[in-house]
């Protein structure tokens, strides 16, 4: 069997959400615990923005993992953009009633009377933006009845119908969490810390700030784009070590490997 140094690493980026993977950064550590603060708030919504691939969909998990012990909360990963599907799963996730053939929104208020919980259920909608308006709205009465609190999570879009202008987004009823891309300081955190939560110490030596701020012009600090950039990087030192290993450097992570990722994954232009 091959074993590779570089291939255990290769796993640690690949674009999977899963709050045990979650890696504490100062911003981000701010941020989520204002989350949680928000949660406990007898705010009705709160929404959490930001570009895609900055980690909304993995807060989320993290604090879905960190507060099902203790409260009722349900986790919609994938939108139900069917409105009938939608009010049908809560009707089941959280009052826990099946089989209804339909189940409209006035059926649903009316069933919403019949229960009292001393914490208001949670609700966790990832994905936001792919709802409708007319569900959006309708997710409001529900929160503004004070009967699910919910927190959801949208792409920001340059877009010129910025969706965060809408009006449903607009009552006092929200408030807003913006997330963002790492500086370069965080990225470096961020990827040593994925490296050695998997065990892979003596990859993590080997990145300097020098690397760093290469990875960082290449992505930016987006994190979906920086493991996309090191799962092809890991790729190619894998292939030298079976190669050509004499091209590699074990005390370093070489510049121009990382120019080679970034050329192969479309990243930069050769
Ligand atoms: N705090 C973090 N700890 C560990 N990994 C993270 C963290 N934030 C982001 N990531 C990584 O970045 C990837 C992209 O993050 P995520 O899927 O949460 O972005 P997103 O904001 O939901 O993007 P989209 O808007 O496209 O849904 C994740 O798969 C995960 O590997
Ligand atoms: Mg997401």
Not at 46 to 60: E, F, Q, R
Not at 90 to 113: C, H, K, M, W
Not at 175 to 197: D, P, R, V, W
């Amino acid at each position: 069997m091959k074993s590779s140094f570089y291939l255990s690493s290769k796993e640690v980026f690949l674009d999977i959400v899963d709050a045990k993977e979650y890696v504490q950064l100062d911003r981000v550590s701010t941020l989520y615990q204002s989350l949680k603060d928000s949660v406990k708030k007898p705010l009705k919504m709160i929404l959490l923005y930001g570009k895609p691939g900055t980690g909304k969909s993995m807060m989320l998990n993290k604090l879905y993992e960190d507060l099902k012990e203790n409260q009722k909360v349900i986790m919609y990963h994938t939108p139900l953009v069917d409105e009938t599907e939608f009010l049908k799963s809560l009707a089941r996730d959280i009052y826990g009633v099946r089989p209804f053939e339909e189940l409209n929104f006035t059926q649903f208020n009316e069933l919403s009377e019949h229960y009292e919980f001393d914490n208001t259920p949670l609700v966790l909608l990832d994905e936001a933006q792919l709802y409708s308006t007319s569900l959006m709205e309708k997710i409001r009465l529900i929160s503004d009845a004070r009967k699910i609190k919910f927190v959801i999570t949208l792409h920001k879009t340059d877009d010129k119908e910025d969706i965060i202008a809408k009006e449903h987004f607009q009552t006092r009823i929200w408030e807003s969490l913006e997330l963002h891309n790492a500086s370069s300081a965080e990225l470096k955190i961020y990827i040593q810390k994925k490296l050695m939560k998997n065990n892979c110490f003596d990859v993590a030596n080997m990145f300097d700030n020098k690397n760093v701020k290469c990875i960082h012009k290449i992505t930016s600090g987006n994190y979906r784009d920086t493991n996309k950039l090191l799962d092809s990087l890991f790729s190619i030192y894998d292939w030298y070590e079976d190669n050509q290993p004499t091209k590699i450097n074990y005390s370093n992570i070489s510049n121009k490997f990382i120019e080679m990722a970034a050329i192969k994954t479309g990243f930069i232009n050769a």
